[in-house]
């Protein structure tokens, strides 16, 4: 498409814009999926970040509590501890529900474990469309729970613990938040959704004026609901363990930081999500970032992304006493 045809070309943020012409949007289907995953492998092969930051790296398979497969995590730690029960920063990463690992996100949970005393712990779910909801849901809260359960031999805190996400991986955060909430098993105590996917009807909605024309569009999120709920998206009765956005109340959930571009497929979504909280009495921040697009994150340095990064360290610590 050319810039004379793009409804939304002229409101992307020149920070951020080389990423459209690096990562031209598709639509995804079976086989572009296949060839996505191929990619995504090559761009990030295994990561050591012993050698880049003091810390320590392990994988562990851990049991489903569901009776499924075992789980794997990965788990850094710092090599010098700050605290004496680490937090626990509870990882997921995005990939439409479809695509992706922990590798991505290795790095970050380094640095954060570096510089925050943080043990920072991925876990590998299950993806669509060959694993349905609720699939996902139970490796993500068995990982999660066994870690709560080794607490000790973790060396976390069990009472500072933080759950995020970035895009699908954000959605499957506050699903698993709202599972926590009601199971009453324990307890987690702040919520980081970058820009989330909460919401399946979006890919059925008529299209948005502006938002949702690049790298990640209506077609692929059809894809990625349809191929990790198993049928068709914007169906009745579908659970907001699955589909957070489909929540009658989100009370009880813990302080929630959300971000998300003004011309992300999912602003309408995000900003709907954060007044559910609001008025469900959630203590929530929510930052909409002009002209940003669904893979701004991956330009640290812009202006926007630095500003991101600040306010949700800041809500991050603060809402575990950690500041």
């Known amino acids: 498409m050319s810039e004379e045809q793009s409804r939304s070309r002229h409101l992307v943020d020149p920070e951020v814009v080389s990423a459209l012409d690096m990562f031209p ?74 695509m992706g690992s922990p590798v991505g996100d290795r790095m970050g949970n380094a640095a954060l474990a570096v510089q925050h005393g943080f043990c920072c712990v991925s876990v590998y779910y299950r993806l669509g469309p060959e694993h349905v909801q609720p699939s996902q849901l139970e490796d993500i809260y068995s990982g999660l729970k066994w870690c709560i359960e080794h607490a000790e031999e973790l060396g976390i805190d069990a009472k500072k613990v933080a759950v995020a996400g970035s895009s699908a991986g954000a959605g499957l955060a506050a699903g698993v938040a709202l599972y926590i909430r009601d199971q009453k098993e324990f307890e ?50 579908v659970s907001e363990y699955y589909v957070p956005a489909r929540a009658k109340s989100l009370a009880g959930l813990p302080s929630t930081f959300i971000t998300i ?56 610590l603060k809402a575990l006493d950690l500041l």
Do not use: C
């Open 25 to 98: 949007t598709t639509d995804l289907t079976p086989s572009v999926l296949i060839e996505s995953r191929m990619k995504q492998a090559q761009m990030m092969p295994q990561i050591d970040v012993t050698e880049k930051f003091p810390v320590t790296f392990e994988e562990r398979t851990v049991p489903s509590y569901f009776g499924g497969p075992e789980v794997r995590i990965e788990i850094i730690k710092p090599t010098q501890p700050k605290y004496e029960k680490m937090p626990l920063y509870y990882s997921l990463h995005g990939g439409g529900m479809v």
């Open 188 to 237: 987690i105590h702040h919520l980081r959704l970058r820009n989330p996917m909460l919401d399946d009807r979006t890919s059925v909605a008529p299209d948005h004026p502006y938002a949702g024309e690049f790298v990640w569009n209506k077609a692929s999120n059809y894809f990625g609901w349809k191929s990790v709920l198993g049928h068709e998206p914007g169906q009745e009765g």
């Open 261 to 316: 571009g003004s011309i992300d497929l999912f602003v309408d979504e995000a900003l709907l999500f954060a007044k559910q909280l609001i008025h469900d009495g959630v203590l929530v921040e929510l930052h909409v970032y002009p002209g940003y697009h669904h893979l701004s994150p991956m330009f640290p340095n812009a202006h926007y992304s630095q500003e991101g990064a600040k306010s949700s360290e800041h809500a991050l």
